[in-house]
C-alpha cells in the first residue's frame, strides 16, 4: 500500500540521516586522535630549522661584517624559513581541511594535469609512463585541486621508490555495480566500503616498479609523520587519504618487495540520473559552488601561526 511505502521511504531516509551523523562523528573523533601524534610531529620537525635560525640569529651581531657569513645566513634562513612554512601549511590543510569545493570534473583530466607537473622528474628518472584510461570520461563530483594533491603525492611517492628507468603505471577504469574487488590494507568502516562496491565506482590503479614496502611498514603508511625517507615529512599519504575518505572513497595498498607497489583509489561516480542531467551544465565548469577566499585566509593564517611559533 502507498502508507507503507510512505513508512518504508521515510525510515531510509532516517537510517540515511543516522548514517551521515554517525559517519561525521567517527572522522572527527578520527583526527581527534591523531591530534596528538601530530603535535608531537610538529614539535619535532620545526624544531630543527627552528635551531638553526636561533644559532645564526645569535652569530648575526658578532659576524655581521663577515661576508661569507652574511650570505650563508640569508640563504640558509630564506631554506628554513620555507621548510616550515611549508610543513605548517600542509599541516593546517591536514588538521583543519580546507571544505572541499565538489565539481563535476573529469578524473583523466586530472591526472594529465598531474603527470604534465611531474613532467621533468619523470625524464630525469628516465621512468617510462604507462597510462591508460579506459572509459574515456571518469565523471564524478570532486575537489579539482585536492585530488591532483592525491594523485601527485601518490606518484611522487612512485618516482622516489624507483631509481632509474622504472615504468609507471597508470589504469583508470569505471566499474559497474556489486563488481566486487580485491581489498589489501585500507583504512574506513566497513559499512561504507560496503556502500561504495554496491554502486558504480572509478578505481585507479597507480603502480610502480620500485622497491616495495616491508609489510611491517604497511600498517603505518597513512599515518601522518610516518616516513623512511631522509627528508620525508611523512604527510603525502596522510593528507591523500584524508582527501580520498571526503570524497567518500578508499585507498588500498599492495606490494611487494624488489618488486614494486600498487596503489589503489575507489571513488564513487556520479549516479547515472544524475549524470544525464547535469551534462548540458558541464560545458562551462561553472557548475558548484562558488570560489571561496580560502586560499588567502589560509596563508594568513600560516602566517600568524609562523610569527606566534617564532617568538
Ligand atoms: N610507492 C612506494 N614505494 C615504496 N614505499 C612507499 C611508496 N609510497 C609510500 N611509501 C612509504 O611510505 C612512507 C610514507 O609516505 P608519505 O608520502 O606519507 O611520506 P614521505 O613520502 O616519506 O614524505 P612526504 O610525502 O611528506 O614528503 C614513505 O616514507 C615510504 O617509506
Ligand atoms: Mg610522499
Redesign the pocket.
Known amino acids: 500500500t502507498l502508507s507503507y511505502h510512505i513508512a518504508v521511504a521515510i525510515e531510509n531516509i532516517r537510517l540515511y540521516t543516522e548514517n551521515r551523523k554517525i559517519e561525521e562523528k567517527m572522522r572527527r573523533a578520527d583526527r581527534l586522535a591523531s591530534l596528538g601524534t601530530l603535535a608531537a610531529g610538529m614539535a619535532h620537525e620545526i624544531k630543527n630549522p627552528l635551531v638553526s635560525l636561533k644559532t645564526f640569529t645569535q652569530l648575526l651581531p658578532e659576524r655581521y661584517r663577515d661576508r661569507e657569513f652574511r650570505e650563508d645566513f640569508s640563504k640558509l634562513a630564506g631554506q628554513e624559513v620555507d621548510r616550515i612554512n611549508n610543513l605548517v601549511e ?1 599541516l593546517l590543510n591536514f588538521a583543519r581541511p580546507v571544505e572541499p569545493e565538489f565539481r563535476l570534473l573529469d578524473l583523466g583530466e586530472v591526472m594529465d594535469d598531474t603527470l604534465l607537473l611531474l613532467r621533468n622528474k619523470i625524464a630525469d628518472q628516465k621512468i617510462t609512463v604507462r597510462k591508460d584510461f579506459t572509459d574515456r570520461y571518469l565523471e564524478l563530483e570532486g575537489d579539482r585541486e585536492k585530488l591532483k594533491q592525491v594523485f601527485l ?2 606518484i ?7 631509481r632509474e628507468e622504472g615504468v609507471l603505471t597508470i589504469d583508470g577504469r569505471m566499474i559497474r555495480n556489486h563488481n566486487s574487488g580485491e581489498i589489501g590494507v585500507h583504512r574506513g568502516l566497513d559499512w561504507k566500503l560496503h556502500r561504495l562496491y554496491s554502486r558504480d565506482r572509478v578505481m585507479v590503479k ?1 603502480s ?1 616498479t ?5 609489510p611491517r ?1 604497511l600498517p ?10 631522509d ?10 587519504h584524508n582527501i580520498i575518505e571526503e570524497h567518500g572513497g578508499i585507498t588500498d ?1 599492495e ?1 611487494v618487495v624488489g618488486r ?2 600498487t ?1 589503489t583509489i575507489t571513488l564513487p561516480l556520479k549516479e547515472e540520473g544524475k549524470r544525464q542531467k547535469e551534462k548540458g551544465k558541464m560545458g562551462s565548469r561553472e557548475w558548484g559552488v562558488g570560489s571561496s577566499p580560502e586560499g588567502a585566509k589560509q596563508s594568513t593564517e600560516v602566517k600568524r601561526l609562523l610569527r606566534s611559533v617564532a617568538s
Do not use: C, H, Q, W
Open positions: 600542509r603525492n601518490i611522487i611517492n612512485a618516482l622516489d621508490s624507483m597507480i610502480d620500485g622497491e616495495g614496502i616491508d611498514d603505518y603508511l597513512f599515518d601522518p609523520f610516518f616516513t623512511t625517507k627528508t620525508g615529512a611523512g604527510l603525502g599519504l596522510a593528507i591523500a595498498v606490494s614494486g607497489t596503489f
